[in-house]
């Protein structure tokens, strides 16, 4: 079955620690993206990628970073400059051409920082 | 720039009864707009989306979406609630480039027995 898998599903961190949150997706699509989701505002944008190697900064990249050296894979790494991590993050990956085709999510991973 | 406003962060309805979602936006050109639907920890699934067809929307759990150009809208409907629709709904737009989506707050729906 084609879609995105998110992993690990609950993720722990002491603080100063980075972390790296893992997306994959074998739909074929081409652009992929972050989303950070705290109670009462909606999804943000962190990063997103049209093409592998190349991405762009979203509303809230301060603090994160991101890969994309296959189609598949879109890596986000929280680091230590980030200062406060603890939500829910979601992946999703869309076809490129064309602003009308929808997003398509992962099941997310819930980060807390102890 | 685009943006879309969610009124009311929170809808109680009973079973059976309408459901009614509403959304607004603000955008500069003709906009694409989305419904997903989220159920607790999880990712958010497409419920419909108007792309500039038929300005009646019919998506999937029997929920539609009437996009009106003149009040800027498009509320999100369903005749008769049912309990297994009790999740968080998000209202979207797209932006005309770079593939991005700007999502509305959220509105929470609880079903009552």
């Known amino acids: 079955d084609g879609g995105i898998t998110q992993s690990p599903k609950y993720l722990f961190r002491k603080e100063g620690q980075n972390v790296t949150l893992s997306c994959e997706q074998n739909?074929?699509?081409?652009?992929m993206y972050w989303y950070r989701q705290d109670p009462g505002q909606g999804l943000r944008l962190i990063y997103y990628?049209?093409?592998?190697?190349?991405?762009q900064k979203g509303d809230i990249a301060e603090g994160y970073s991101v890969s994309r050296e296959k189609k598949e894979s879109f890596p986000l790494t929280v680091t230590s400059a980030q200062k406060n991590p603890t939500a829910f993050y979601l992946c999703?990956?869309?076809?490129?051409?064309?602003?009308?085709?929808?997003?398509?999510f992962g099941p997310g991973t819930r980060l807390t920082v102890l | 720039a685009q943006s879309v406003t969610q009124l009311g962060s929170h809808v109680s309805v009973s079973e059976g009864a309408l459901v009614l979602l509403r959304c607004n936006y603000s955008?500069?050109?003709?906009?694409?707009l989305f419904w997903y639907v989220q159920y607790p920890n999880q990712g958010l699934q497409l419920l419909l989306k108007?792309?500039?067809?038929?300005?009646l929307v019919k998506g999937i759990n029997g929920f539609e979406a009437e996009f009106k150009k003149s009040e800027t809208s498009f509320h999100l409907t369903k005749p008769s609630a049912h309990m297994s629709d009790a999740a968080e709904y998000f209202c979207?737009?797209?932006?005309?480039?770079?593939?991005?989506?700007?999502f509305g707050t959220g509105t929470s729906l609880t079903v009552i027995p």
């Open positions: 739909l074929n699509h081409d652009a």
């Open positions: 999703a990956s869309s076809l490129t051409s064309g602003r009308f085709y929808e997003q398509f």
């Open positions: 990628s049209q093409i592998v190697n190349d991405f």
């Open positions: 955008s500069s050109v003709p906009p694409y």
């Open positions: 979207a737009v797209s932006q005309n480039t770079g593939n991005q989506f700007y």
């Open positions: 108007y792309t500039s067809a038929a300005t």
